[in-house]
C-alpha cells in the first residue's frame, strides 16, 4: 500500500513539475532569456526568432523623428525622413546588432559574467501582447528601466518595440 502511496505522489509532482515547466517557458521572461543566450551565442537565427529587429529599429526611427522639433517643423524634412526610413532602418539594425557584438566583447573580458539585468518584471502581459521592464544595473547606483513591448507567436514570445532606446543609449554612454 505504500508504495502505491510513494508512487502516485511522484507522479502527481512530476505531472506538477512538467506542467509549471511547461507555463514557464511560453513566458516572456523565459523568451528573453533565450533571446539573451542567443546574443551572447552569436546565433544569428535565434535572435531573429526572439527580437524583431526590424520592427525595434523602425520604432526607434519613428520615436527619433516624433520628437525632433526641426523635423516636424518642416514639411520638407518630413518627407525626406519618410524617403530615407528604410536605409536608416538598415542602419538601425546594423547599430542594434553592433551593440550586441560590444555586450559579447565586454562579458568576455569580464570572464563571461552577465552583471547588467537586475531584474524582470512583466507589466502588463494579456495574452497576445505583454509590456516588460528589464532593469539594468549602471553605475553610482542609477539604474536604468528599458521598457519592451512583446508579441506571442507560435509558443514563444517576440520583442516587437523598444519604447526608451534614447535613454539606452545615454545609459551605454555613461556605463559602458
Not at 533565450?34 to 551572447?40: E, L, M, R, W
Not at 527580437?51 to 517643423?73: G, H, R, V, W
Not at 546588432?97 to 531584474?119: P, W
Request: a positive charge; aromatic letters at 10%.
Amino acid at each position: 500500500m505504500k508504495k502505491i502511496i510513494s508512487c502516485g505522489i511522484l507522479i502527481l509532482l512530476l505531472v506538477i513539475g512538467g506542467a509549471t515547466y511547461n507555463y514557464y517557458t511560453h513566458t516572456p521572461i523565459y523568451s528573453l532569456k533565450q533571446a539573451g543566450k542567443a546574443i551572447f551565442a552569436n546565433d544569428q537565427m535565434s535572435i531573429e526568432k526572439y527580437i524583431d529587429l526590424d520592427s525595434i529599429a523602425s520604432y526607434m526611427i519613428d520615436e527619433k523623428l516624433s520628437t525632433n522639433p526641426e523635423i516636424l517643423d518642416n514639411p520638407f524634412a518630413l518627407g525626406m525622413a519618410a524617403l530615407m526610413k528604410p536605409q536608416l532602418v538598415i542602419l538601425s539594425k546594423q547599430g542594434i546588432l553592433n551593440s550586441f557584438q560590444e555586450v559579447r566583447d565586454r562579458s568576455k573580458k569580464e570572464n563571461g559574467k552577465i552583471r547588467y539585468v537586475k531584474d524582470i518584471k512583466i507589466l502588463q502581459n494579456d495574452g497576445k501582447n505583454a509590456t516588460v521592464e528589464i532593469i539594468l544595473y549602471g553605475k553610482n547606483n542609477i539604474d536604468l528601466n528599458i521598457k519592451i513591448g512583446m508579441h506571442k507567436m507560435n509558443g514563444y514570445w517576440r520583442v516587437i518595440q523598444w519604447f526608451n532606446a534614447n535613454e539606452m543609449e545615454k545609459f551605454a554612454e555613461q556605463n559602458l
